[in-house]
């Protein structure tokens, strides 16, 4: 099984849109989760931290599921900058914050 | 707002030779990183590096790489006898804390030739 897994989309929707991506992690002790976006040939950047308690930032919310092993992410709203790879990432052992990056979540809004 | 600067943004090497990654990362934070992403592919650890050691490192970050901070400011990632498969996108990471998110330089693409 993938450390990070995510379905690699894409997910082409209309403006205004609500879409969510869904990422599923296999160690169970991983403490830290973030989201981060990419534009194509750029860094990746920092979208939000994933809280045990959920977490909302303006049109993006995500959430922790440790039960399941399962973060996801719900964009309202969708703009077409919001166009991007959606990164999720996991801090696997918590030791020298060894990040693992899922393979990403192609997401095209259309006008 | 602070930023991870790298440089160059782009290197062209041939086989063999070697080259030096540079990076600055944002003043205040502890934690120094280098990732790669090979194009099409996803983004991944070589090495972290806290208090001037490196505190951990991934199967890639082999005796090929080394890390370095020179001085107060620069965070170096060397790769000798760069091979074809070494050509990817190089980004330098920091964060101020072990568990915190880590912000990300714009990344060096390194092409062997």
């Known amino acids: 099984r993938k450390e990070v897994e995510q379905d690699p989309g894409p997910f082409n929707v209309p403006e205004g849109a609500t879409v969510a991506f869904n990422c599923t992690y296999s160690?169970?002790?991983?403490?830290?989760f973030f989201w981060y976006r990419q534009d194509c040939r750029k860094e990746p950047k920092l979208l939000m931290s994933?809280?045990?308690s959920g977490n909302e930032d303006g049109r993006f919310t995500a959430q922790l599921n440790r039960a399941s092993q399962y973060i996801s992410l719900l964009i309202r709203d969708s703009k077409l900058s919001d166009s991007a790879t959606y990164l999720c990432?996991?801090?696997?052992?918590?030791?020298?914050?060894?990040?693992?990056f899922g393979g990403g979540t192609r997401l095209m809004v259309k006008p | 707002e602070p930023e991870v600067t790298q440089t160059p943004s782009h290197q062209v090497t041939q086989m063999g030779q070697e080259v030096i990654l540079r990076c600055v990362p944002i003043?205040?934070?502890?934690?120094f990183y280098w990732y790669r992403q090979i194009l099409g592919q996803k983004v991944e650890f070589l090495v972290s590096?806290?208090?001037?050691?490196?505190?951990?490192k991934s199967e890639i970050f082999d005796d090929q790489f080394s890390v370095e901070r020179p001085d107060g400011s620069n965070f170096t990632l060397k790769i000798r006898s760069t091979k074809l498969e070494d050509s990817a996108m190089y980004f330098c990471?920091?964060?101020?804390?072990?568990?915190?998110?880590?912000?990300f330089g714009q990344g060096t693409r390194l092409t062997v030739v």
């Open positions: 990471a920091s964060s101020p804390v072990e568990t915190s998110e880590a912000f």
């Open positions: 160690n169970s002790a991983s403490q830290s």
């Open positions: 994933v809280y045990s």
């Open positions: 990432v996991v801090n696997i052992n918590n030791a020298g914050n060894m990040l693992t």
């Open positions: 003043s205040n934070h502890l934690y």
């Open positions: 590096f806290y208090n001037n050691e490196i505190s951990e």
